[in-house]
């Protein structure tokens, strides 16, 4: 006998998001991107650190899931760029990584991450678990519908 399929509630407050996702693998993009989408978010991809640059000079992102491990510029390089920029330094940066042993997340918090969602994504608590990162944000909290 077949369990029931869940149907999770749409997060509201998606609607008024924009997100960058920077990471190197089609599937990962895809699965982030529908999941976002289906809440609501408007949705930028890019596929390397230069792509996530270029669409930075194009949008102003409500936050940015970045992977940690790609080729040629990494996610711990674009995340120092990003945070030592101006106009990027104030954006909610969320490790999307594979990174998921004992210390992982521990490590990427303390570099100054604001979040750790690790991949594989549970497409049924992701969006809700990126929203109680972004609104554990101080300047952010009822900054959104």
């Known amino acids: ?17 924009t997100i960058l996702i920077i990471d190197d693998t089609p ?10 989408e289906f809440h609501g978010a408007h949705v930028v991809t890019a596929a390397s650190a230069d792509d996530g640059f ?3 000079e194009q949008i102003s992102p409500t936050c940015i899931l970045l992977d940690i491990r790609m080729p040629k510029v990494d996610g711990w390089a674009v995340f120092k ?6 106009a990027t330094a104030h954006i909610p940066i969320v490790a999307l990584t594979a990174y998921a042993m004992q210390g992982d997340r521990e490590k990427i918090i303390q570099a100054g991450f604001d979040g750790y969602i690790a991949k594989p994504i549970d497409i049924l608590t992701f969006v809700d678990h990126l929203d109680k990162i972004l609104q554990s944000r101080p300047q952010l909290k009822g900054d959104t519908p």
């Open 1 to 17: 006998m077949s369990q029931p399929r869940v149907k999770p509630a749409r997060n509201e407050r998606a609607k008024a998001w």
């Open 27 to 36: 599937d990962n993009l895809t699965v982030a991107s529908v999941a976002l």
């Open 54 to 56: 270029a669409q930075l």
């Open 81 to 86: 760029t990003l945070r030592s920029t101006p």
